[in-house]
């Protein structure tokens, strides 16, 4: 897998040709993701709708360089506001269409309604703009999971250093300050067309995040899915219904 150099960061990537006038996609991952753990859904929405296509994964993630220092509470501020426009200026996406999921659909919300560049359209999948006790809750019994179970060695399959991977992301989320976490400060920024996609056994969130999200952008064409017998991850639970949501968006755009 080749790889770029952000902010002296090399991250792992990978960009799938399409039609030069189809929009272009760019998927960022959740909070324990990287460019493997999207299986194939790259390869299949390069495939159903003709676009270009780019996955990475964002330092302390997969095989891109481990974290320098630990992750600050505005660590996905920094990735949509910083890294994220440097990703798709060196691999020349422009006007792109961002499929974020969990901490990936933030940075895509935070890259949008920023103001300083245009985005086509965003496909947000259990999207979180402010935390919910039930998002804790399921981040604390992740914790218990992590030392348990043999989730360690599944994570070590994806991500280089699977202990920093996790804790990295396991311990902010926890810390008390987190709690005042929000992006709603962002949605305002936010006026391209919007697909929202949730699970409808979501263990870290509810669809209260969707009525923020409908109350506060700008956008007046929001598109919501929740997915029945579907929890936390659309791409591993409902993989076919995934893809046909996000075709189905993208041809309209």
């Given at each position: 897998?080749?790889?770029?150099?952000?902010?002296?960061?090399?991250?792992?990537y990978?960009?799938?040709?399409?039609?030069?006038?189809?929009?272009?996609?760019?998927?960022?991952?959740e909070g324990?993701?990287?460019?493997a753990?999207w299986?194939?859904l790259?390869?299949?929405?390069?495939?159903?709708?003709?676009?270009?296509?780019?996955?990475y994964?964002?330092?302390?993630?997969?095989?891109?360089?481990r974290?320098?220092?630990?992750?600050?509470?505005?660590?996905?501020?920094?990735?949509?506001?910083d890294?994220?426009?440097?990703?798709l200026?060196?691999?020349?996406?422009?006007?792109?269409?961002?499929?974020?999921?969990?901490?990936?659909?933030s940075?895509?919300?935070?890259?949008?309604?920023?103001?300083?560049r245009?985005?086509?359209g965003?496909?947000?999948?259990?999207?979180?703009v402010?935390v919910?006790?039930?998002?804790?809750?399921?981040?604390?019994?992740a914790a218990?999971g992590?030392?348990?179970t043999?989730?360690?060695?599944?994570?070590?399959?994806?991500?280089?250093?699977?202990d920093?991977?996790?804790?990295?992301?396991?311990d902010?989320?926890?810390?008390?300050?987190?709690?005042?976490?929000?992006?709603?400060?962002?949605l305002?920024?936010?006026?391209c067309?919007?697909?929202?996609?949730?699970?409808?056994?979501d263990?870290y969130?509810?669809?209260?995040?969707f009525?923020r999200?409908?109350?506060?952008?700008?956008?007046r064409?929001?598109?919501e899915?929740?997915?029945?017998?579907?929890?936390?991850?659309?791409q591993r639970?409902?993989p076919?219904?995934?893809?046909?949501?996000?075709a189905?968006?993208?041809?309209?755009?």
């Amino acid at each position: 897998m080749p790889f770029l150099t952000a902010q002296n960061a090399r991250l792992e990537y990978e960009l799938i040709p399409g039609q030069r006038a189809a929009p272009q996609l760019c998927l960022l991952h959740e909070g324990l993701g990287c460019v493997a753990l999207w299986r194939d859904l790259p390869a299949r929405l390069a495939a159903a709708t003709g676009c270009r296509t780019l996955a990475y994964s964002r330092q302390g993630y997969g095989q891109s360089d481990r974290l320098a220092v630990p992750r600050t509470v505005d660590y996905m501020h920094r990735e949509g506001l910083d890294v994220l426009p440097l990703v798709l200026q060196q691999l020349g996406v422009d006007d792109p269409v961002l499929i974020g999921h969990s901490d990936g659909a933030s940075i895509a919300m935070i890259y949008a309604g920023c103001g300083r560049r245009r985005t086509r359209g965003l496909v947000l999948i259990a999207p979180h703009v402010f935390v919910e006790d039930k998002t804790v809750a399921g981040i604390e019994a992740a914790a218990v999971g992590y030392r348990t179970t043999d989730l360690k060695q599944r994570l070590a399959r994806y991500h280089a250093q699977p202990d920093e991977t996790f804790w990295g992301w396991n311990d902010i989320w926890l810390r008390p300050e987190f709690r005042a976490w929000s992006i709603e400060s962002f949605l305002g920024g936010i006026s391209c067309p919007l697909l929202l996609i949730q699970g409808a056994d979501d263990e870290y969130g509810t669809l209260a995040q969707f009525e923020r999200i409908r109350r506060g952008v700008a956008s007046r064409d929001i598109t919501e899915l929740v997915l029945p017998h579907c929890g936390h991850a659309p791409q591993r639970d409902q993989p076919a219904r995934l893809e046909r949501a996000i075709a189905d968006f993208v041809a309209k755009l």
